[in-house]
């Protein structure tokens, strides 16, 4: 089974994907509307809009988690 590479999210169904295309290594939520995969700074905003909403923190203690969360995948680890 393939995992977004921009959110950790598991992709298991066709609509799971970026534009229903299993070939994408991205899933929906991480895809804008042409199709293309959100830039670093968009992930972190909706990541982190996400955890305020679902965990109630605040702003920028959300944001210091997706931070930690997105270095942990793919798209975003540094270096090499
Ligand atoms: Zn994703």
Redesign the pocket.
Known sequence: MKV??????PMKVQSDFAMGNPDKD?????ARPDGEMQSYEEKLDSLSGFIVKTQGLDPQAARKIAQGMMEKLPAWKKGD
Do not use: E, P, T
């Not at 977004?4 to 999210?9: E, K, L, V, Y």
């Open positions: 977004c590479i921009a959110c950790g999210m991205y899933c929906v939520h991480c």
